[in-house]
């Protein structure tokens, strides 16, 4: 119950205060900021963070009955795919950073889809040779063969301590009893994704009524063809849909509607475990996913350039920090558009481009008092040196044991294709491909051949699932979602409490703004000073007023405790501990 009323306390403030508080703004001075009303939820023992309040439940039952974070980090991943349908899946992919107590070793959990054996480089152009959206993001063609199923099975057979069938239970339990609609179930459901979803026969009986209307606040929604397709998993393990009747009904609906998954692109599906990125930031270490995820690179990279600059000693998002952080940002962006891409296909230079020296460099081309324009920056020569709808949870037991995972199916509720018999929605994973380099994809991201579409590659990937180490020691573990945004979101999250001293609901709740090079703006979320922003015009940045940004779950490892905090940028999200 102290939990619950924490928690109440904390949104009830954020909901109210979060876009107008102009000292979390940036006021233009170089005091260290002061005590924060936002306060996090605190726990002894151990703790989930979802951006979905059942979910997050399930995984605290998990810890209670003796699983460890792996374990309770795999049911909040099947629970999600029943609660949160529009970012939770069983058909997209994702990343997950694992580190073990134990042995002190951290993991790095590749479950990104695959390009089908028969994509191709312009699959996803019309006749004319454009990018077509439509195919892009609404077509069975924009469905990547999904990997979460394989990757969270992968967890627990490794690392965690209890059965699969265990651990997804509750999930089953969920689809087939079924859930109250939630405020933001309800209001995810927007003219647009209610139309994209009724083109389908199966998304129409899952997400309606009988009648054709959508579900109210309040009542029940029972899914009882996903509960069925977590029964088959749980009984025969990750087979089940890689190889049996789940695959059957995949390639059935594929072979249908023109798109390209066979049974042969699911059997031979295998998630891989990676060796993580790791970088330095005031005495922290920095470990996050490598490729053919971005948000690793890029967010050391950027950690990089900030460092040699007094961020604290600045103010927090005074105008002078914002700045120079989204001059880094800029050249992270222009870096990302060129050299990233699945590393099976194409070499990665990573140590160039999170090295200190390659850092050093672009820092010289930045000046404190004058934004350089998208057309003064491009890609740079690191060789010299040698993705809206996502969700993130992170799970940190008793033992020290902690799980950074973000997955996704692209944009809300992916393709809005249900799988006849399956309950299953599909993913439209292929728009992060660079259907056309040069070409934006549907957050605005531009790319080149190392994202070119190619059969049983990896698309580049911008989610950054992070774990913060000080002293040899897990400190935070964080993540969200956001598409192009993720990298930027985690980088402030990670500079709010080490630049500025706040604790993770502060640092979680304040005020973000994002730049990616391209498009040439700098976005800003409301509760920044008119000061701060005309500063910021001075010196040459183009602002623009922004939607919220992010939806981050963190917690923390404190002496005395754990601390944690939900983004209060969406709702239903929860953070408890026990």
């Known amino acids: 119950m102290k939990q619950m009323l924490i928690r109440c306390a904390y949104t009830t403030i954020i909901a109210g205060a979060v876009w107008g508080i102009a000292y979390l703004g940036g006021a233009e001075a170089s005091e260290k900021p002061r005590p924060s009303i936002f306060q996090p939820v605190v726990a002894g023992n151990g703790m989930v963070s979802s951006q979905e309040a059942l979910a997050t439940r399930v995984g605290i039952e998990v810890l209670k009955r003796g699983g460890n974070a792996i374990d309770a980090a795999v049911a909040v991943g099947f629970a999600l795919a029943v609660t949160l349908p529009r970012a939770g899946n069983l058909g997209g992919g994702g990343f997950m950073m694992v580190h073990e107590a134990g042995p002190g070793k951290t993991h790095a959990i590749d479950y990104r889809e695959t390009a089908p054996s028969a994509a191709s480089r312009d699959m996803l152009l019309d006749n004319e040779g454009n990018y077509d959206r439509r195919k892009a993001i609404g077509s069975h063609l924009a469905v990547g063969v999904p990997g979460t199923v394989a990757g969270l099975t992968l967890a627990l057979d490794r690392f965690g301590t209890m059965s699969l069938a265990d651990v997804m239970q509750p999930a089953i339990d969920l689809a087939e009893k079924g859930i109250p609609v939630t405020q933001g179930f309800a209001e995810s459901m927007t003219p647009g994704r209610m139309k994209r979803l009724s083109r389908w026969p199966a998304s129409r009986e899952k997400f309606f009524k009988s009648d054709g209307t959508a579900y109210q606040v309040g009542e029940e929604w029972r899914q009882p063809m996903l509960a069925r397709s977590l029964e088959l998993i749980a009984e025969r393990g990750p087979a089940a849909f890689y190889n049996g ?70 103010g927090h998002n005074s105008a002078a920090s914002v700045h120079l952080a989204t001059e880094a940002m800029k ?31 672009i820092r010289r081309r930045i000046d404190r008092d004058t934004a350089r324009t998208a057309d003064e920056i491009g890609p740079g020569d690191p060789k010299v040196h040698e993705g809206r709808n996502t969700t993130h949870f992170s799970v940190i037991d008793r033992y020290g044991n902690v799980v950074s995972n973000t997955y996704t199916l692209n944009l809300a509720y992916g393709t809005g294709i249900v799988v006849p018999g399956t309950g299953i929605l599909l993913n439209n994973e292929m728009d992060d491909f660079s259907a056309k380099p040069g070409i934006p994809n549907s957050y605005g991201l531009i790319g080149g051949v190392a994202n070119a579409i190619e059969a049983g590659k990896r698309p580049l990937s911008s989610m950054t699932p992070t774990i913060v180490f000080k002293d040899g020691k897990p400190l935070l573990a964080t993540g969200s979602p956001g598409g192009s945004r993720i990298i930027t979101t985690v980088l402030q999250v990670i500079s709010n409490i080490i630049d500025h001293g706040m604790n993770v609901a502060a640092a979680t709740a304040a005020p973000r703004f994002h730049h990616q090079w391209r498009p040439d703006a700098l976005f800003i979320e409301p509760g920044f000073s008119a000061d701060t922003v005309e500063l910021l015009k001075r010196k040459g940045q183009v602002v623009r007023s922004s939607r919220p940004m992010g939806n981050t779950q963190s917690i923390m490892i404190m002496p005395d405790g754990l601390a944690g905090a939900s983004d209060p940028r969406r709702r239903g999200a929860l953070t408890a501990g026990y």
Do not use: C
């Open 331 to 361: 050249f992270a962006y222009a870096d990302r558009s060129w050299y990233l891409g699945d590393p099976a296909f194409w070499k990665v230079p990573v140590d160039g481009l999170t090295s200190k020296a390659y850092a050093a460099e």
């Open 245 to 314: 009747e789940i695959a059957e009904r995949i390639v059935d609906n594929m072979k249908t509607h023109g798109g390209l998954i066979t049974r042969s692109d699911l059997a031979v599906y295998r998630p891989i475990v990676r060796a993580p990125v790791r970088g330095w930031y005031r005495d922290h270490e920095i470990v996050s996913m490598p490729p053919p995820s971005s948000g690793g690179i890029h967010l050391i990279q950027m950690l990089n350039i900030m460092e040699a600059f007094e961020i604290g000693a600045m």
